[in-house]
C-alpha cells in the first residue's frame, strides 16, 4: 500500500554543524544512512551522499554549476511531470502505477524556489524506500518531537549541498569582496534564494559570522495582548490602543568562528532600532551594507553588516511595504 508523508518547512534555527536528538530517535531511514557512511551525525552522513552524485554526475556529464537539477533528478530516477503537486503548494515525489517516482514542482513559484524544492526531493533518493510514499512539503512550522522532521531537514541539507557545492561555491567566496552587492550577485548566479545563499555562505565561510534573519511583528506579549483586546469590546465605544510591528529577529544561524568569538545563540524576538543598515535595507527594500551597535540579548557589540531585503508576502510587510531581511553579521 501506498504511503504519503507531508511535512513542515523548518523556520527553527541552525548552525553550520546542526545539534541533532539522540541516536534512538532517528527515523530509519536516517539510521539507515548514518550505518552507511560510518558518520555519527545524520547532517555529514546526508552531505557525504549528496556530494557522491555530484561526484558521479560531473564524471558522467562534466557539468559545472550551477548544476541541472532536473537532470541530476533524472539520473536519480526521479521522472520529471508537467503536472503541479496534488498535495503540496511547492513540490512532491509520488510512486506511479507504472512503478516510475514522478518529480512535481509547483511551476507557480519562483525559479530559486523551485530549484530548492528539486533539490529537496533529490535528498529523499538518498534514503530508503524513498520510492514507497508520497514524499510531500507543507508551509508549516516543523514539530522537532516527530522524528519524521529531521529526515525532512536532512533532505533540505542535501539541497544545499546540491545548490551550492563544494568546493567550487568554497572557491568562489574565498576570492571575492563580501558585500551585499556580490552576495546578491551570487544568489543570481547559482539561481538562488539571497537566504539560501546566505545560510550556505556562513556555513562554508572561514571568517567569524552570523546570518540573522528579519520579520516585522509583535513580540509575543504583545501578541497576546492583541488578541485578547481582539475578544474584548472597548469601553465607552473607545479604539483600544495597539502596539506596533517591530523588525525582530525570526532565527539565526552561526558558523564555528563567530561562536568562538561571540555566542552560540542569538534569542528570537529581539529588535534592531530604527536606525542602520538592516533597518534601512527593509524600508528602502535595497540592499545595505554598514556598521552598527546591536543588542540582540546575549549578542551585543558593534558589527559590521550586510544586509539584504528577502521575499515577503503581503500579510507580512511592515510599515509602507517595508521588507522581511537576512542580515550577516561580522564583528568588529
Avoid at 518547512?9 to 539507515?32: F, I, L
Avoid at 541541472?68 to 521522472?79: D, E, P, Q, Y
Avoid at 522537532?144 to 533540505?156: I, N
Avoid at 515577503?312 to 553579521?329: K, Q, R
Wanted: charged share 25%.
Amino acid at each position: 500500500m501506498i504511503g504519503m508523508t507531508c511535512i513542515g518547512h523548518s523556520k527553527e534555527s541552525r548552525r553550520g554543524k546542526t545539534m541533532s536528538p539522540g541516536r534512538q530517535n532517528y527515523h530509519k531511514h536516517v539510521q539507515a544512512i548514518i550505518d552507511e557512511t560510518g558518520e555519527e551525525d545524520p547532517f555529514e552522513a546526508v552531505r557525504v551522499k549528496a556530494r557522491r552524485v555530484i561526484t558521479d554526475y560531473v564524471s558522467l556529464f562534466g557539468e559545472q554549476p550551477p548544476f541541472n537539477l532536473k537532470a541530476i533528478a533524472s539520473v536519480r530516477g526521479l521522472h520529471w511531470s508537467d503536472d503541479d503537486p496534488r498535495f503540496s503548494p511547492d513540490s512532491e515525489i509520488a510512486p506511479e502505477a507504472d512503478g516510475r517516482v514522478v518529480l512535481r514542482v509547483s511551476k507557480s513559484r519562483p525559479e530559486s524556489r523551485q530549484r530548492f524544492s528539486i533539490g529537496h526531493e533529490i535528498g529523499h533518493t538518498l534514503f530508503p524506500e524513498y520510492q514507497l510514499a508520497v514524499r510531500c512539503r507543507k508551509g508549516t512550522e516543523r514539530n522537532w518531537a516527530a522524528p519524521e522532521d529531521l529526515l525532512e531537514t536532512l533532505c533540505d541539507v542535501a539541497a544545499s549541498e546540491l545548490m551550492f557545492p563544494d568546493p567550487w561555491f568554497r572557491d568562489r567566496i574565498d576570492s571575492f569582496e563580501l558585500s551585499a552587492a556580490n552576495i546578491a550577485e551570487l544568489a543570481n548566479y547559482y539561481i538562488a534564494s539571497r537566504d539560501a545563499t546566505v545560510r550556505r555562505l556562513v556555513e562554508l565561510h572561514p571568517e567569524p559570522m552570523a546570518a540573522v534573519f528579519f520579520s516585522w511583528k509583535l513580540k509575543p506579549t504583545e501578541q497576546r495582548l492583541v488578541n485578547r483586546n481582539r475578544r474584548q469590546k472597548p469601553l465607552f465605544g473607545e479604539a483600544l490602543r495597539m502596539p506596533s510591528p517591530m523588525l525582530r529577529v525570526d532565527y539565526a544561524i552561526l558558523n564555528d568562528a563567530f561562536e568562538r568569538v561571540g555566542t552560540s545563540h542569538i534569542p528570537k524576538n529581539k529588535s534592531v532600532p530604527s536606525v542602520g543598515p538592516i533597518h534601512a535595507a527593509s524600508v528602502s527594500q535595497t540592499i545595505q551594507d554598514g556598521h552598527c551597535h546591536l543588542d540582540l540579548g546575549t549578542l551585543h557589540g558593534r558589527f559590521r553588516i550586510h544586509a539584504l531585503p528577502v521575499f515577503t508576502s503581503e500579510e507580512a510587510t511592515g510599515p509602507d511595504g517595508a521588507s522581511s531581511i537576512v542580515a550577516i553579521l561580522r564583528p568588529l
